[in-house]
Structure formats: C-alpha cells, structure tokens
C-alpha cells in the first residue's frame, strides 16, 4: 500500500514538472503548456537542413562556378546548373572566370545526404539550418538561383560562417606559427 502511494507521487511529482518546464515540445509551437511561443524551432549548429549556396560579399558574387563537380556526386540527380562568362573577372575584379548563370534544386527529392558540401572546392555550398519548406504537392518545392541564396546569405549571417578552406589556412598558419614560437624558444 505505501509503496503504491509512493509510487503514484513520484508519477504526480514527474507530471507537475513535465508540465512546468517541458522536455518535449508541440511542434512546431514553442514554450510552456501555458505560454505558447511563435518562434521557429531551435537547432544545433551542426543541424543539417536544405543545401543552399553562399555569397562572397568581398567580391559581390556567388562562390559558385557551377563547376558541376556536386550535380554529378548527388545521389539522387535532384540538382542542375548553366555557368556562364564572370563579367567580374573581365573587368579585373574577380579571379573566378565562370560563374553561375542558373541553378536548380529539387528539394523534394533531396535527402540531406551532404554530399554536394563535401565535394564542392569553392567554399560554394552548405548545409543551411531551413527545414521547415513543406508542401503538399509532389515536386513543388524546386529552389533557384535568387532563392538558394537568400537561404546561404540567411545561414552565413546567422551563424557567422568563414569559407572553410579559409579557416584551414587560418588553423595551418596558427599552427605554424606556434611551432616556430616553440622552436625559437627551444634554440635559445
Ligand atoms: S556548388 Fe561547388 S561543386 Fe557545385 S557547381 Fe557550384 S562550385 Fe561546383
Ligand atoms: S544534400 Fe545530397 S541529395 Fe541533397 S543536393 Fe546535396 S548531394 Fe544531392
């Protein structure tokens, strides 16, 4: 009999918590049982969301060349691109000589497989954090050029994002660095 009643308060004790601050939430509501919240649901930085293309604002122009080197890896064929001469380059102000004209993404078909990051050598691709870009019709969700950098541009401000071969030479150069330092030290 005590034992049962035990039992029973640690379950009312559980519930009353659970009900105070929630581990688990509505989707896609946020907050307490009794204070909803319009918020969009918070993810990890290492959440993996659509694919989209990022800016070089340094220059003014997509990362992207449209080297085609991501649309031939994809899995699942979901992408397509036209490069064309880079104005920029012919008025000296990039070094990239194509550029992207059109890209396409289907994202119905796309299963975040990350692929298209991991081969790009341009820094020109990422793994943004949109996910919530349901539809009710079967390939209604195909993202263009305008589009699939908006959703970059959004994701690089958000979260502060540097050009990764960009942060590996900044890594390698600190490392270099601190051997030096410690060679220097280590002859004196
Ligand atoms: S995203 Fe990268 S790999 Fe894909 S076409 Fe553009 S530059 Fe090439
Ligand atoms: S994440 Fe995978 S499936 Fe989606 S576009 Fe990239 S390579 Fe294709």
Redesign the pocket.
């Known amino acids: 009999m005590f034992n049962s009643l035990k039992g029973l308060l640690i379950t009312l004790v559980s519930t009353m918590n659970g009900l105070r601050d929630p581990v688990t939430r509505q989707y896609p509501d946020s907050g307490t049982l009794g204070k909803r919240q319009d918020e969009p649901t918070p993810v990890q930085d290492r959440f993996m969301g659509f ?1 989209a293309l990022t800016w070089d604002g340094d220059v003014g122009e997509p990362f992207c060349t449209s080297c085609m080197v ?1 649309i031939r ?4 064929q ?2 397509s691109s036209v490069m064309k001469d880079n104005p920029l380059h012919e008025e000296g102000k990039s070094s990239r000589r194509k550029i992207v004209d059109t890209f396409e ?1 289907n994202l119905n ?9 991991e081969v790009c050598n341009f820094d020109a691709i990422v ?1 943004t954090h949109e996910h919530e870009m349901s539809a009710f019709n079967r390939n209604s969700i195909r993202v263009d050029l305008p589009v699939l950098l908006e959703i970059g541009h959004k994701f690089q401000k958000e979260t502060g994002w540097i050009p990764p071969t960009q942060r590996a030479k900044a890594q390698k150069d600190g490392e270099a660095d601190a051997e030096t330092a410690a060679t220097g030290t280590d002859s004196q």
């Open positions: 694919p991501c890896q994809c899995p699942t979901c992408m993404i078909r796309c299963i975040l497989c990350g692929i298209c990051v793994m």
